[in-house]
């Protein structure tokens, strides 16, 4: 199967590795957007609102005519979104609400050109085991949790937490092959 050429609006190295898995050829384009949050804004409309963004600001930014991708994962818990952890404080809060219990990982994904865009919106139900204080803390030290949504990473230590998922693994962490390959292959039949 041949896809088209892209532009990957993205500065994630997963999502990259996770393109380069599918076989895609793909430039990478910058797209720096505000990603705060709307007042009273849902999980679905945010994540959806910023895939869209970073693959239209993609697109503001290429010099030649590619289709542009842009994604956006999150993390909810009872409706509320939890960022990057920015602390270790905040990190600390986000693995206590985490633990022993499931929550949503939620990956929009967007294409799109000057005439077309398509979109994808992939929910997965994360489930962790109870976690100590210890293992908390030693994981905040491993330095994986800084960059990620949520502050845990599925592909690296935090999968010893993680008892079950019901949805995606590529799409908790953070580009869902099976629908991003249907969405390519869509743009292709529609050229
Ligand atoms: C939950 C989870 C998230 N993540 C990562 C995927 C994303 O890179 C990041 C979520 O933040 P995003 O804001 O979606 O992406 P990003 O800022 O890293 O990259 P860009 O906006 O430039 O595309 O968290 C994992 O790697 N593993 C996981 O298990």
């Known amino acids: ?74 993390v909810v818990v009872d409706g509320n979104i939890l960022g990057k952890p920015a602390s270790f404080a905040e990190f600390k809060l986000s693995m206590q609400l985490l633990s022993g219990r499931s929550h949503q990982v939620m990956t929009a ?20 085991r109870v976690l100590s204080e210890t293992e908390i803390s030693h994981y905040w030290h491993s330095g ?16 010893k937490f993680i008892q079950r998922i019901n949805g995606s693994y590529t799409g908790v962490v953070g580009l869902p092959l099976c629908e991003t390959e249907q969405m390519l292959r869509q743009w292709q039949e529609l050229e």
């Open 109 to 128: 994904v967007a294409l799109v050109s000057h005439t077309r865009q398509l979109q994808q919106l992939v929910c997965t139900d994360v489930y962790f």
């Open 1 to 74: 199967m041949t896809y088209p050429t892209i532009a990957l609006a993205s500065s994630s190295p997963r999502r990259r590795e996770l393109l380069t898995q599918l076989g895609v050829n793909y430039e990478l384009v910058k797209a720096d957007i505000d990603e705060t949050p709307f007042n009273n804004e849902s999980a679905v409309h945010y994540v959806q609102r910023l895939a869209l963004a970073k693959a239209r600001a993609g697109l503001a930014r290429l010099s030649v005519e590619l289709p542009v991708l842009g994604a956006d994962t999150i």
């Open 144 to 159: 994986e949790p800084q960059d990620k949504a949520g502050g845990y990473g599925i592909q690296g230590l935090a999968a």
